[in-house]
């Protein structure tokens, strides 16, 4: 069974980094590409960043580039986001997700076949 498990939100200042991690079980490490995406109420969950299976390849939203950075440790089984300079328009739910297209960084949300239960990130103003 796969299980998603994001921690590490919370409350920043803007300005300010934050680090969320995602662990991630019953996956077979490099065989799955991940993502991060995020949502506020009433909005579309968009893209954040995704990786490749062995971490080669990254793509990035543009209101995240030079910003975000995701990284993943597949002997550990995790994937991180590490954020700064946050703005509060980056307020949002932010969710891990896990896609079967290892050999790509995968964009779109239909891509993704498992999905974590999210962790909310607050920016202050």
């Known amino acids: 069974q796969v299980q998603l498990v994001e921690s590490g939100g919370g409350l920043v200042q803007a300005g300010g980094s934050l680090r969320v991690s995602c662990s991630a079980s019953?996956?077979?490490?490099?065989?799955?590409?991940m993502g991060w995406f995020r949502q506020n109420p009433g909005k579309v969950r968009e893209l954040v960043a995704s990786?490749?299976?062995?971490?080669?390849?990254?793509r990035y939203a543009d209101y995240v580039k030079g910003r975000f950075t995701i990284s993943r440790d597949n002997a550990k089984n995790t994937v991180d986001l590490q954020t700064s300079n946050l703005k509060p328009e980056d307020t949002a739910v932010y969710y891990c997700?896990?896609?079967?297209?290892?050999?790509?960084?995968?964009?779109?949300?239909?891509?993704?076949?498992?999905w974590g239960p999210g962790t909310q990130v607050t920016v202050s103003s």
């Open positions: 997700a896990a896609s079967l297209y290892a050999g790509t960084a995968p964009v779109m949300g239909g891509d993704f076949l498992y």
């Open positions: 019953g996956l077979t490490r490099s065989s799955y590409a």
């Open positions: 990786i490749n299976g062995i971490g080669d390849i990254t």
